[in-house]
């Protein structure tokens, strides 16, 4: 082997003959490179190799492919048992609802979507029939009560009879028929009670989507007294009140409600009337 300042040299010397086969040249750079190179290509083969084949399920403490498989799919039942927990929270706390006849807002839970659906797509929207079908069973609702009030078929002065007011507060929304507003929308504190405006019959205390809870009295003077998106009614269809006896608590129910209030009418003789003009609602 020769060397001079710079390079390097390998020999190859055939030894009977002792005759030059082949000269490498080299230099340590070179040698430092080629030794860089050989390592990283080894370590990428071997990275590819343990990654991609069979063989490393062969490494210590990597898991088998049956013990994959296995994880896959108790993450898979496990989703499916967390969503039928869910579901099951939910019916329970619609149960606890309808025994305590308590109102919806105090059971907010998340809702349950199947991630295999695409909710995006879905047209939520209610059919005509739907509507119909809808409208026909509330008002089976608010008129199945068999309760008799007399009635008289005099012309009452409305304005000489002492209305008990509902309920205190603010009128967040007027009375205005021509936009379907047939009462008052009255503001007040929470959990306020709400009061018969004047002594009757319960005629229907019931609940529906839109509205929530809501109550019907028909009064001995021919007037009808309203009172929707309640919370802990208090009477039941058929009960007889009196002026000023709490039947319920202000709410937030039914799809209609936008935040906690009474919504409020009175009807005489078929006809809505403006509350506004028999009742003072301010404290």
């Not at 797509?121 to 008799?148: G, H, T, W």
């Not at 021919?222 to 007889?240: E, I, P, R």
């Amino acid at each position: 082997m020769g060397k001079n300042e710079k390079d390097s040299f390998w020999v190859v010397i055939y030894d009977k003959a002792f005759t030059e086969i082949k000269r490498f040249k080299y230099s340590k750079t070179k040698l430092i490179l080629l030794i860089v190179f050989l390592l990283s290509f080894l370590f990428i083969l071997d990275f590819f190799v343990v990654s991609y084949t069979p063989i490393k399920f062969l490494v210590p403490g990597y898991p088998t492919e049956s013990i994959i498989v296995r994880m896959e799919t108790d993450a898979v039942r496990m989703d499916s048992v967390m969503r039928e927990l869910k579901m099951k929270n939910e019916y329970i706390t619609n149960i606890l609802k309808i025994l305590k006849n308590d109102s919806l807002d105090n059971y907010v839970s998340e809702p349950v979507h199947d991630s295999s659906i695409d909710y995006k797509n879905v047209d939520m929207s209610l059919s005509k029939d739907d509507s119909l079908f809808r409208r026909e069973m509330e008002q089976k609702a608010i008129f199945s009560s068999n309760v008799q009030v007399t009635t008289s078929n005099r012309t009452v002065d409305l304005y000489k009879i002492n209305f008990y007011p509902p309920i205190k507060g603010v009128i967040s929304n007027k009375y205005d028929p021509s936009k379907g507003h047939y009462g008052v929308d009255v503001v007040s504190k929470p959990n306020a009670s709400v009061a018969a405006i004047e002594s009757g019959v319960v005629i229907a205390a019931y609940w529906s989507l839109n509205v929530g809870y809501s109550i019907h009295i028909q009064h001995y003077n021919n007037v009808v007294s309203v009172y929707k998106h309640l919370t802990n009614v208090l009477v039941k269809q058929g009960d007889k009140v009196r002026s000023g006896q709490p039947i319920a608590f202000i709410g937030n129910t039914g799809e209609l409600s936008s935040g906690t209030h009474l919504h409020f009418e009175m009807w005489y003789a078929g006809k809505c009337l403006d509350p506004t003009k028999y009742i003072n609602f301010a404290n």
